[in-house]
């Protein structure tokens, strides 16, 4: 019954994104029901076929590799605060673990092997492969393709810098497409140490966060693409050049690793810092407020009556959707970084294992709020003719993101 309410979810997650669209007469019923076909069949084979299952699962031991790897450094340079032996006895378990200097510098180390690999040219022609997947098989421009195939390994900002020459050319729904692809995805920086959150809750959760990574290019055209269909004739093509091509040998592409990842990890220690305050701030006001059920009022609270019925939709039982629809919650409003952390404290009487599996697809996604500011700043500065569109899409972006996420969750739920 879960499984049918999961797919029933996805048809009712579409018919949101029509009702929240424009153009709707617009909208191309062929190109949908590919798309959701294409997002379907490549569920099934990431997920049920036992030779790609088997592979996406080595990918945890290389995850495992380059967390050691990373606290090799970080005890090297932090000692035990970095995770390294402890000169006294551990009275409180766990009081050992510092965040931003055992799990965070992960970051570091992604940012750097990404440059290198695309200094090297092996991500370069995956990333052209999928573009010329997504274009033969969906019809959409190649170049907005190879920004969406660049985000199952990129983010929100520097996907786009495969198409900065095209950024100007683009269509509205294209414009509208790289954003959503943007929003409903997560960077490679950022996978691994989302993956050492959630590895003690859900076996190969590696494996389930590039899986997700990938699905979500063809979620994301769908969604997009019914929100805010093509209406114009012109396509943009293109293959561009390697964004790290400005990189002159193996050392500089390190150091330009190391540079973009220290900017990444310093901002996202400090917003970590700025919304766990505001949200405690959010909490004391609310508290002062009568309560309601017997209860008092909080953010989470709140959030979890609005999602809940969302969360319903892909698949979750009612008596875990509240729950689960304050993660949903604090991911838009907040960062899907504290929304994982939240789901991993969480005990097995909150959610169980099918629940916490969808959820990892359903808050894996860049759309909230900081996110739309960085985006928004990104290719405003990239494309300043077209910066009053890319602010006017903006929210509509988030909103595409999420339900892009919450589809592929409740996909997940479907084959569960």
Same mark, same amino acid.
């Given at each position: ?157 520097? !996907?786009? &810098?495969?198409?900065?020459?095209? +950024?100007?050319? %683009?269509?509205?729904?294209? *414009?509208?497409?790289?954003? #959503?692809? /943007? ?86 220690? !400090?917003? &970590?810092?700025?919304?766990?305050? +505001?949200?405690? %701030?959010?909490?004391?006001? *609310?508290?002062?407020?009568? #309560?309601? /059920? ?107 993101? #999420? ?14």
């Amino acid at each position: 019954m879960l499984q049918l309410q999961s797919a029933f979810g996805v048809i009712a997650l579409l018919g949101i994104a029509w009702a929240l669209g424009e153009n709707r007469s617009k909208v191309s019923l062929r190109q949908a029901a590919i798309g959701l076909a294409l997002t379907i069949v490549a569920a099934v084979i990431l997920l049920k076929l036992p030779v790609v299952t088997h592979a996406f699962s080595s990918i945890n031991d290389a995850v495992s590799t380059i967390a050691a790897a990373s606290r090799a450094g970080t005890s090297f340079v932090f000692g035990y605060l970095g995770g390294g032996a402890l000169p006294f006895d551990l009275k409180n378990p766990g009081a050992d673990f510092v965040l931003a200097l055992q799990a965070l510098p992960v970051v570091l180390v992604i940012s750097v092997l990404t440059s290198l690999l695309f200094y090297w040219r092996i991500l370069p022609p995956i990333v052209r492969g999928m573009a010329w997947l997504l274009e033969r098989t969906l019809g959409i421009g190649g170049a907005v393709g190879l920004s969406t195939a660049a985000n199952i390994f990129l983010g929100m900002v520097e !996907a786009p &810098l495969f198409i900065r020459p095209y +950024l100007a050319q %683009l269509t509205r729904s294209e *414009l509208f497409l790289v954003m #959503t692809g /943007g929003m409903a995805g997560i960077a490679g920086t950022v996978l691994v140490l989302y993956a050492t959150f959630m590895a003690p809750l859900i076996p190969d959760a590696s494996a389930h966060f590039v899986i997700a990574s990938v699905l979500s290019a063809p979620a994301a055209i769908l969604v997009s693409l019914i929100m805010v269909p093509e209406t114009e004739d012109r396509r943009t093509g293109g293959l561009l050049a390697n964004p790290d091509a400005s990189a002159t040998s193996t050392i500089d592409a390190i150091v330009k690793g190391t540079s973009a990842g220290i900017e990444l990890l310093v901002n996202i220690i !400090a917003l &970590l810092l700025v919304f766990v305050a +505001l949200m405690y %701030l959010m909490n004391a006001i *609310l508290m002062m407020m009568p #309560t309601v /059920g017997g209860n008092t009022l909080s953010v989470q609270r709140m959030l979890g009556y609005v999602m809940a019925p969302v969360c319903w939709l892909m698949g979750l039982p009612w008596d875990q959707a509240l729950t689960a629809g304050s993660l949903m919650g604090v991911k838009t409003i907040l960062n899907e970084l504290i929304a994982y952390v939240q789901l991993a404290k969480l005990g097995p009487d909150a959610l169980d294992a099918r629940s916490r599996l969808i959820m990892l697809y359903a808050l894996c996604g860049f759309a909230n709020f900081a996110s739309l500011g960085i985006m928004i700043g990104g290719l405003g500065t990239m494309a300043p003719e077209r910066r009053n569109e890319i602010n006017a899409l903006g929210v509509k972006s988030i909103v595409s993101g #999420t339900l892009t996420t919450c589809l592929m969750g409740a996909i997940v739920g479907m084959l569960t």
